[in-house]
């Protein structure tokens, strides 16, 4: 039996109805209507076509793909925006090099320059080096996306963001709601999205008329540990407080865990309520109040803003995807005070 010739991008070209310089720019990242590009890799589909990696590599002098720069492959949430990136890269035949930073700048800066030196075509990062190392990146990498956080100083870089601040707001507002008003919030420190949780807490509760009591609110560093010496040192100094509000699901699970450590009531002596509505969350007993991120969108669209739309990148901003609150059964109206 003979074996079927592989498809060409001449056979690609003929079943689009478009040029083989079209086909080449869809496929190189290059500057084509949406229609079009829709409608090449259709027929690349089709056609099981696939683009030789190694003769693209040698004509633009890159080695193809791109890179992904993550804190830590195995939270939750971390996980869902990898996800993300490699279901979109795949769809569009590019391969995705992943690499773990675990907050440390250093490290981060070295992920860096070994993607540059291996010249891949773009790079997708969730930050937390220096803005030295990140602008020489975007100057010598072709294109560099961040996802889920920003840099400040670097506006020239674009992002897609989940809405923390609106996500906070409607938690906020919903314990405010309930009759709670002195609410503890476990945040993280400045210069991440804990820190701009932080601050739609303190706006969101200023915009209520509630008085924020500094006593009240606590960082901690993103590490399990560190999120239960916060979670213990609230609770144990302010036994009056009501609610916790806790800025990520590292916080709220150390919340959860010193309140039934210290036989609290979950929602009848404290309510609890979180950011990152992970799966642990519903299986919680009562199941967790939380504000649902999709890191899978944020890592798909991520990508498509790498791949697929370079001429809106840097334009108005950084993409902003929305969240959800999602009410379950850790919050509850409030009570007299515990003794």
Do not use: N
């Not at 100094?237 to 609290?264: F, K, M, N, P, Y």
């Amino acid at each position: 039996m003979a074996q079927r010739r592989s498809a060409t991008i001449k056979d690609v070209a003929a079943a689009a109805g478009v040029g083989i310089a079209t086909v080449s720019r869809v496929f190189s990242g290059g500057s084509v209507s949406a229609a079009t590009r829709e409608r090449v890799l259709a027929a690349a589909r089709e056609l099981d076509y696939r683009p030789s990696a190694l003769g693209r590599g040698l004509k633009l002098r890159r080695s193809g793909g791109i890179g992904l720069i993550v804190p830590d492959v195995t939270d939750p949430f971390r996980a869902e925006l990898v996800a993300g990136v490699l279901a979109c890269a795949r769809s569009l035949g590019e391969h995705v090099i992943v690499d773990a930073a675990h907050g440390d700048p250093a490290r981060e800066a070295e992920i860096v320059e070994r993607l540059v030196e291996q010249r891949v075509d773009g790079i997708i990062a969730v930050p937390a080096g220096e803005l030295a190392d990140w602008r020489g990146a975007a100057r010598v990498c072709s294109s560099v996306v961040f996802a889920d956080r920003v840099l400040p100083g670097l506006p020239e870089i674009p992002a897609v963001l989940p809405d923390d601040a609106g996500g906070v707001r409607s938690l906020t507002e919903y314990l405010a709601g309930l009759g709670h008003r002195r609410i503890g919030f476990l945040g993280g420190v400045p210069g991440t999205p804990a820190g701009v949780r932080e601050r739609a807490f303190r706006d969101t509760l200023a915009q209520l008329g509630v008085p924020v009591e500094e006593d009240l609110v606590v960082a901690a560093r993103p590490a399990r540990d560190a999120a239960y010496a916060a979670a213990a040192g609230l609770l144990q100094r302010r036994a009056d407080v009501t609610a916790i509000l806790a800025a990520g699901h590292l916080l709220g699970e150390a919340a959860v865990l010193v309140a039934r450590e210290l036989d609290l009531r979950i929602p009848a002596d404290v309510s609890v309520a979180m950011m990152d509505d992970v799966a642990w969350a519903e299986l919680c007993d009562p199941p967790l109040t939380a504000v649902a991120r999709s890191g899978h969108d944020i890592g798909y669209r991520a990508c498509e803003l790498l791949l697929r739309e370079p001429a809106r990148r840097g334009r108005g901003g950084p993409v902003l995807l929305p969240t959800e609150l999602v009410v379950r059964g850790s919050c509850g109206p409030l009570r007299p005070p515990r003794r």
